[in-house]
Structures are given as C-alpha cells and as structure tokens.
C-alpha cells in the first residue's frame, strides 16, 4: 500500500499515504498512466484512516486549489483539522534539488509544474505553514494552538 506508519508501526502514530508509494507498489514509482485510479485509492485510504481517528500526512504534489480540494472534502467529512506545508523555494533550487533527487522529476514536468502551481491561502485550511529553502516555518496562517 501507499502508507507508512511513522511512528514504529505501532498503529499511534502518523500514517503518510503517498501516491509515489503507492505507484511503487504497483511496480514503477514514475507510472503516471493510472494516475485517476491510484488517487481514488489513496484518497479511501486517507478516509478510512481518519474515520479511524488517525492522524495523516498526504504526501503528494498538490499544485492548486483544485487538486487540494479532493483531500480536503474527505478530510471535512470526517471533521479533521488540515494543515498545509507550503514550501517556498526558488526555481533554482527546486532544480538543484531535484536533480539530486532518488528519482528526479523530468525538467519538462518540473517546468510545468513550477508554471502552474498556486499556494494555499488563508481560510483554505485550518493552518498553513509557509517554509522557506532551509527548511523552517517562515510564516503561519491560521493556529490550532493559539500561537502565531
């Protein structure tokens, strides 16, 4: 399957569904012919997981509000709290890294991809986390813990 139990596999802690992994199940993490199906896969996985009260990262390139609102229509049905973490990280970098990557995305798709995408918003999630290229949270919009 496409998820991870992070915390020793002892059923408590976070479970990561990601659709690399469960294409990588399927026999080729770079497939994107099943695309359509593997999603409606992942995305009964993600809604059993919280009807079972377990806390879930969602691991998955999520470029706009349109391909977010999937995860968060399963999310809201189940009264789960949603965080997004948006990295905000120059071109160059995004390039640099990518091709130090296991298993680089083409530059072609990355050129789409960097084209198209469109960050969250304040009010499209309960909380979201804007990092920066070292990794740290550089601003936040929205709290589940009072603090800003």
């Known amino acids: 399957m496409g998820r991870t139990d992070q915390a020793g596999g002892d059923g408590k802690g976070p479970v990561v569904v990601s659709l690399d992994g469960l294409r990588e199940a399927r026999g080729a993490r770079a497939d994107q012919s099943a695309n359509q199906a593997l999603l409606r896969e992942a995305l009964r996985e ?9 806390t879930v990262v969602w691991d998955a390139t999520a470029l706009n509000r349109g ?14 709290l949603v965080t997004y973490a948006v990295m905000l990280v120059p071109e160059e970098v995004v390039a640099r890294r990518n091709a130090d990557r296991a298993y680089p995305v083409p530059d072609g798709v990355l050129a789409s991809q960097l084209r198209r995408f469109a960050p969250p918003f304040p009010g499209e999630a309960h909380r979201i986390w804007y990092i920066g290229s070292e990794g740290t949270v550089l601003d936040t919009a929205g709290t589940l813990d009072g603090e800003d």
């Not at 993600?46 to 377990?54: A, E, I, K, S, T």
């Not at 391909?67 to 789960?80: D, F, H, I, K």
Request: proline residues 0%; aromatic residues 0%; hydrophobic residues 40%.
């Open 67 to 80: 391909q977010r609102s999937l995860v968060q229509r399963v999310a809201r049905g189940r009264g789960a």
């Open 46 to 54: 993600l809604d059993v997981l919280l009807r079972g009260g377990r």
